[in-house]
């Protein structure tokens, strides 16, 4: 359902968000994306992905140095500064954007509107 900032900043289950959103009859392309996404042919962390909720992709401004320094030792593509698509819906037919850069949420995004997906795993 419909979240406000404070509920959204705090949701912190976009695997469960991004099964709802598979499983709806409508389309979702970034949570479609993500659920069937694998970074590797097979084992760990081949399977499992899902597009993160608002309070996620938030707690990742909180570490987001360290966490692109990571990335850039992998050599994997770091985070961007702009906003990403989240799980976790806002307005009307719309869903949360988040900047991990400094944790800023924007409930402006339409569905229909194209920002960058990044896909996250628990291990």
Known sequence: GDMDS?????????RVNTQCLV???????????????SAVSSGKGSSGW????AGELKAMSYSYGAINLGLQKLSK?????????SSSESYGNGAWGV????????????KNTSIPVRCVIAL
């Open 23 to 37: 499983s709806d009859s409508q389309t979702h392309p970034a949570a479609n994306y993500c659920n069937t996404f």
């Open 99 to 110: 900047r991990p850069s400094d944790g800023i949420m924007n409930y402006g995004y339409g």
């Open 77 to 85: 593509t770091q985070i961007s500064s702009s906003y990403y698509w």
């Open 6 to 14: 404070g509920a959204a900043s705090a949701d912190m289950n976009g």
């Open 50 to 53: 899902y597009l993160p909720a």
